[in-house]
C-alpha cells in the first residue's frame, strides 16, 4: 500500500492482509482496513465493495477479468499478493479444490475424476 496523502510505502504495508470490518476512529462506521500512516499520521482506509466480487471461471483463463474492486482512501494499492484460502472446482466433474495457495502465483493439481 501506498499513503495518498505522502507517498511512502512503509515496509509494514507492504504485506497487510485485508480484514473484514475494521472500527473506524470516532465512531465513523468501519471498513476492510484502517492504517494509520506513521510518516504523516494520516488515518486511511480500504473497504471491499461485495457485490462486486466475481468469480474467475474456465472461459476466463489468460484473460484480464475484474474480480473485486476497492473504495480507497488515503491508500494506494500498488500489488497483488495472493495468500490461502481460494477455492476451484472442476469443470467437467465437479471435483472441488479447497484451501488452494496462491502465494507463488501459481498453483495446479490433479482432478481424478475427470483424469
Known amino acids: ?12 504495508w507492504q504485506y497487510i492482509r ?12 468501519s471498513d476492510s482496513m484502517v492504517q494509520k500512516c506513521k510518516l ?8 471491499i465493495l461485495s457485490s462486486t466480487i466475481k468469480p474467475y471461471n474456465a472461459e476466463d483463463n ?6 473485486v474492486e476497492f473504495e480507497c482512501r488515503g491508500l ?22 479447497s484451501d488452494i495457495n496462491l502465494q507463488e502465483k501459481d498453483w495446479t493439481d490433479y482432478d481424478e475424476k475427470a483424469q
Open 1 to 12: 500500500m501506498k499513503c495518498g496523502n505522502c507517498g511512502e510505502i512503509p515496509e509494514k
Open 18 to 29: 485485508l480484514m473484514d470490518n475494521v472500527a473506524l476512529k470516532g465512531g465513523r462506521g
Open 40 to 47: 504523516c499520521s494520516r488515518e486511511n482506509s480500504i473497504e
Open 76 to 97: 494506494e494499492p500498488v500489488d497483488f499478493q495472493p495468500q490461502a484460502g481460494f477455492a476451484a472446482e472442476g469443470v467437467e466433474s465437479g471435483t472441488v479444490f
Open 62 to 67: 489468460e484473460k484480464f477479468k475484474t474480480i
